[in-house]
């Protein structure tokens, strides 16, 4: 299943999943049947790397929408899409998750007006986050802004892209996170 991790490489033919559509290796085309808890195991493990998680921190934001109100699905959803890594390659200003985290870390990225550097700081309704003002005119930073206006950002996000800045008008909702993840498979694996 094509999971985005590569950037602007998985929009073009140029993608793996694209060219082949089976596991590497001489054994890749033998069929085999996932049954249970084989698909749960999978479905999380895909989320996992879908926002580029380990297997601790995803069991702590687990059992943090666990405790929280609502449905817990979709509270896990939603603590995973406000993640700072995840908001910032939503606004278009990395070309990858692990590009995110990385200016996150080096602390590039500013959150109403203070620097942040850690990738999984979960954003509110109302911040603002921002480019440094030294990186504002990185040719990879303009590029992916330029690939992001074309593609488009999700309706809970608004951006500026001439001054570089984003912020988040409201919480995600089910309906807006348009990844194939099926929450249920996951919230049933973890509560065995």
């Not at 089976?22 to 698909?39: C, D, L, S």
């Not at 550097?117 to 330029?146: C, H, W």
């Amino acid at each position: 299943m094509k999971l985005f991790l590569k950037g602007e490489r998985c929009f073009s033919e140029k993608c793996a999943v694209e060219k082949r559509r089976f596991a590497p290796g001489q054994h890749g085309k033998r069929r085999t049947k996932v049954q249970g808890y084989g698909i749960q195991l999978r479905e999380k493990q895909k989320v996992k790397r879908i926002y580029g998680m380990l297997e601790n921190q995803f069991r702590l934001a687990y059992q943090k929408a666990v405790r929280s109100r609502g449905v817990t699905g979709e509270v896990l959803l939603q603590m995973l899409e406000r993640r700072l890594d995840n908001v910032v390659l939503k606004l278009g200003f990395a070309s990858s998750r692990w590009q995110a985290r990385q200016l996150i870390s080096h602390g590039h990225v500013r959150v109403n007006n203070r620097k942040v550097d850690i990738p999984s700081y979960l954003v509110k309704a109302g911040d603002q986050v921002a480019m440094k003002e030294g990186i504002r005119k990185n040719t990879f930073l303009l590029a992916a802004v330029d690939h992001t206006r074309a593609r488009g950002i999700p309706e809970w996000l608004a951006l500026d892209a001439d001054a570089l800045k984003g912020s988040v008008v409201a919480l995600p909702s089910r309906e807006s996170i348009t990844l194939p993840i099926q929450e249920q498979m996951i919230i049933e694996l973890y509560s065995k």
